[in-house]
Antibody, heavy 120, light 106 residues
Framework: EVQLLESGGGLVQPGGSLRLSCEAS????????MSWVRQAPGKGLEWVSA????????YHADSVKGRFTISRDNSKNTLYLQMNSLRADDTAIYYC?????????????WGQGTLVTVSS | EIVMTQSPATLSVSPGERATLSCRAS??????LAWYQQKPGQAPRLLIY???TRATGIPARFSGGGSGTEFTLTISSLQSEDFALYYC????????FGQGTKLEIQ
């Protein structure tokens, strides 16, 4: 059974940093692209970042480009999202999502999410 | 960026009836269109991919159609557990989601 467990969320002040982790199990992590998707309170889904199977190719939405960095450690079956220069509009539940194969395919499994709150 | 527009924002339907949700892309995405269901407090779940292929374990009452820029999700004979939020997503050019349709009990 595929399991994705996010951690690292919390309350952070504007301008601060946070690193999210997503520990994967139940599948061969290194064979699948991964993404982060966020959902602001009461709002819809927004794709944030994507990474290739080997981690060499990364992509970010314009809203986070230059501030967020996606990475992965295939030896630890873990996906990361480094978030810097956080703003109030980054407040959201952050989900990690397993891609059905390589990038630019649908998300066939999701974690339960971790809440990030940016506030002073 | 490809913009996805869903309609209606809210759909009120009685249990046992059929519901049809729509999704429009600002440019052609071919058949690279997925539908997700999200219930309160839960993560989204993949229902349909490739515009019309049901994901593993999804009941046959869920069906998807369309290609290019116009897509539909049809739920025949609504069950109580089907009342939820539904999102479409294009994966032709990066990823973008529609704003969602809330399916509520009439």
């Amino acid at each position: 059974e595929v399991q994705l467990l996010e951690s690292g969320g919390g309350l952070v002040q504007p301008g601060g940093s946070l690193r999210l982790s997503c520990e994967a199990s139940g599948f061969t992590f290194s064979s699948y692209a991964m993404s982060w998707v966020r959902q602001a309170p009461g709002k819809g889904l927004e794709w944030v970042s994507a990474i290739s199977t080997n981690g060499y190719s990364t992509y970010h939405a314009d809203s986070v480009k230059g501030r967020f960095t996606i990475s992965r450690d295939n030896s630890k079956n873990t996906l990361y999202l480094q978030m810097n220069s956080l703003r109030a509009d980054d407040t959201a539940i952050y989900y990690c999502a397993k891609v059905d194969g390589y990038n630019w395919n649908p998300f066939d499994s999701w974690g339960q999410g971790t809440l990030v709150t940016v506030s002073s | 960026e490809i913009v996805m527009t869903q309609s209606p924002a809210t759909l009120s339907v009685s249990p046992g009836e059929r519901a049809t949700l729509s999704c429009r892309a600002s440019q052609s995405v071919s058949s690279k269109l997925a539908w997700y269901q999200q219930k309160p407090g839960q993560a989204p779940r993949l229902l349909i991919y490739g515009a019309s292929t049901r994901a593993t374990g999804i009941p046959a009452r869920f069906s998807g159609g369309g290609s290019g820029t116009e897509f539909t999700l049809t739920i025949s004979s609504l069950q109580s557990e089907d009342f939820a939020l539904y999102y479409c997503q294009q994966y032709s050019n990066f990823y973008t989601f529609g704003q969602g349709t809330k399916l509520e009990i009439q």
